[in-house]
């Protein structure tokens, strides 16, 4: 069973930081594509932070400067350093893993976590 779990989500005050960790579980996740996404009330998910199997990194253009995306895959976990955090950051982050080298296999082996909330306030 494929699980991905997030932590690290809480209440900062603007300019603060904090970081997400996402670990994963019943997957190969070195192998995997593993990013983090946002989705603010009202708003659509979107993306936040991307980074391969390979560390290709790539970042939405609101946190790019800002966010950090990492991984160790000798731990299964996946981390987002979030800094000069912003009221507009403020949204229900999910941990993405995606394999494949098709959209059939990317549609078959993506699996998102349940999300954690990050509040950033004024």
């Known amino acids: 069973q494929v699980q991905l779990v997030e932590s690290g989500g809480g209440l900062v005050q603007t300019g603060g930081s904090l970081r997400l960790s996402c670990a994963a579980s019943?997957?190969?996740?070195?192998?995997?594509?593993m990013g983090w996404y946002r989705q603010a009330p009202g708003k659509q998910r979107e993306l936040v932070a991307r980074?391969?199997?390979?560390?290709?990194?790539n970042y939405g253009d609101s946190v790019r400067g800002r966010f950090t995306i990492s991984r160790d895959n000798a731990e299964n976990t996946v981390y987002l350093q979030m800094n000069s955090l912003q009221p507009e950051d403020t949204a229900v982050y999910y941990c993405?893993?995606?394999?494949?080298?098709?959209?059939?296999?990317?549609?078959?082996?993506?699996?998102w976590g349940r999300g954690t909330q990050v509040t950033v306030s004024s």
């Open positions: 019943g997957i190969v996740f070195s192998i995997y594509t």
């Open positions: 980074i391969s199997k390979d560390d290709k990194t």
């Open positions: 993405n893993g995606v394999y494949g080298e098709s959209d059939y296999a990317r549609n078959k082996y993506n699996y």
